[in-house]
């Protein structure tokens, strides 16, 4: 009896290690748009190289072909979902987004104050090991179809890698392998998260959330236990960094099965996609329009003006490049008034050409602006009463305006500006046979802070001081604007003199000078940047679906 159990049992086991066997091979057919690397990550401990190794079909670990059989010396890998844990959630509400916090501890709240950071010290955060998405310190975003292409990173390599925190051994090998031209064909699929650049200084925690795959060139760098995924998404030149994975454990040498009939394989050169268009030097069109009305108790009036600015700036499709540019344009000015103590009224009008040139850096998080404008006008002006008196001056005036920015957070940005204008050649034709023609200089400077107060509204509050020559005046002019969508800014303004009146005005007090009014502008930037943005992501999709299309009619094809 004894005898009999044992032999069972003896034939039992060497049953079960038949099958074990028999499954430390198995068959998996090549689906379109499959990898090694793809089909790798479904079996325990095996390796792209395992696989070629295995299956003498295969000639280059980058160049497989659906409908093969290939033979897979490993068994297929259980995969148990993990919980994902995150701190937030977006819940879908209509077309509004809402953040809902998880519970956390009181100690957990105040870790978070105590490590609460800047958007600028962020820039300083050490080299990490691992990459775990929404835990860097990093700022959490989308890379929504409508940002994809306006930002493209224009760092050096070496920055780049800094910026997604590798480690410096970890930067040298994929030096390294960028240098040898080791990537291999890639996607960046839509729900992915990563660590990626963008701009001269930009970097944050991203989730794509596009209409498709984006194609990428992939570059695998093991060191210290882990493999580094790395991808440069060949559209827009950003750098990504995906959440590592530890190397398989290589099993023991195995003979390779015999090989499976299949098409024959051609040696071909790699597919590679093609490079985004050389940057080259385009034209930023900046028309501007404006209207202010005024009064005081002496005098009251409107006016408006025009100008436009062609800045030559680095970039192709309107997406440009920081630093330098210059620019040329033309300027125009009309403005009439009446005096309310006598019949006098008056109007005045200039016109002539602006070049100027303006200096852009900084990323997405923090950018910073400089430009200087100078114009050369031609103002003519007449004015005259019912007594009969009539007065013709014109002025050749020469002008400049500058203007600082500074973007301090999502919420807040600062600046200064200065105008000034002198007049170079006066000449008069009067029935007074004294007149002599006006002095027509004047200065201005202007500190301003700007505060958003939601996704298409912001306020502006400036003030400073300002000097007119025409009569010796030198008074403060403050201002609130309201910005539109950064298109259409309008709002009231007051000039008071509280330094004293010249000789001009004696008899006369500082309260009857004091002059409230109003205006509107109208900057056209925005409109034309966002026209052509819309066009190039167009030109965008339109290029992915190309040629997605035909990478699936020729490298993943399904050979019959």
Request: one cysteine or more; glycine letters at 10%.
């Amino acid at each position: 009896m004894r005898i009999t159990l044992w032999l069972s049992a003896f034939f039992a086991v060497m049953l079960l290690a038949s099958v074990a066997s028999a499954e430390d091979v198995v068959e998996h057919k090549v689906e379109p748009g499959e990898t090694l690397i793809k089909i790798s990550r479904q079996y325990d401990n095996i390796k792209p190289q395992q696989i070629k190794e295995a299956n003498p079909i295969i000639k280059s670990i980058h160049r497989i072909d659906s409908g093969w059989v290939l033979k897979i010396p490993a068994k297929k890998k259980v995969v148990v979902p993990a919980q994902k844990k995150t701190d937030e959630t977006i819940v879908e509400t209509g077309d509004k987004k809402v953040e809902a916090q998880k519970p956390v501890s009181v100690k957990t709240e105040m870790n978070k104050v105590k490590t609460k950071k800047s958007p600028r010290v962020t820039k300083a955060l050490p080299p990490a090991k691992e990459y775990i998405p929404g835990g860097m310190g990093l700022p959490r975003k989308f890379y929504d179809t409508k940002n994809i292409g306006r930002a493209p990173t224009t760092m050096s390599n070496d920055k780049a890698f800094s910026k997604i925190l590798l480690p410096p051994s970890v930067k040298e090998k994929l030096k390294l392998a960028v240098a040898r031209g080791e990537g291999i064909d890639s996607f960046v699929s839509p729900g992915d998260q990563f660590l990626m650049t963008y701009g001269q200084e930009g970097v944050g925690d991203f989730t794509l959330r596009h209409h498709s795959q984006l194609f990428a060139k992939q570059y695998l760098v093991e060191d210290g236990g882990l493999i580094y995924d790395i991808r440069l998404i060949a559209w827009c030149r950003n750098w990504t960094r995906y959440r590592e994975f530890p190397p398989a454990i290589e099993p023991p040498p195995s003979k390779p099965p015999t090989a499976v009939l299949g098409p024959p394989v051609e040696e071909e050169e790699p597919f590679e996609y093609l490079p985004a268009p050389e940057k080259h030097w385009t034209i930023e069109h900046e028309p501007i329009i404006g209207a202010w009305v005024w009064q005081n108790e002496l005098a009251r009036g409107w006016g408006g003006y025009a100008e436009y600015m062609a800045w030559l700036r680095k970039g192709r499709c309107y997406e440009f490049e920081n630093g330098w540019s210059p620019g040329i344009g033309i300027y125009g000015m009309y403005s009439e008034g009446e005096s309310r103590a006598s019949s006098y009224n008056w109007d005045e009008d200039a016109f002539g050409g602006q070049a100027g040139i303006k200096y852009i850096a900084g990323g997405l998080e923090d950018p910073w602006q400089w430009q200087l404008k100078l114009r050369l006008v031609w103002e003519d002006m007449d004015g005259g009463n019912a007594e009969g008196y009539h007065m013709d001056q014109d002025h050749l005036k020469l002008g400049f305006y500058t203007e600082y920015v500074e973007k301090e957070d999502e919420g807040f940005l600062w600046g200064i500006t200065g105008e000034a204008w002198f007049g170079l050649d006066g000449s008069i034709d009067s029935s007074w046979s004294g007149d002599i023609p006006s002095k027509r200089g004047m200065a201005a400077i202007n500190l301003f802070g700007q505060w958003k107060l939601n996704e298409d509204w912001q306020l502006r509050l400036s003030g400073g001081p300002f000097y007119q020559e025409w009569d010796r005046l030198t008074g403060i002019h403050l201002q609130a604007e309201f910005r539109w969508n950064e298109t259409i800014m309008f709002g009231p303004y007051i000039s008071f003199f509280p330094f004293g009146l010249s000789s001009v005005y004696d008899g006369i007090s500082a309260m009857d000078l004091t002059t409230p009014g109003a205006f509107v502008r109208v900057e056209f930037g925005k409109p034309i940047r966002d026209y052509y943005a819309n066009k190039r992501m167009e030109a965008v999709k339109a290029a992915d679906r190309q040629w997605l299309d035909d990478l699936l009619k020729t490298k993943f094809a399904n050979e019959t």
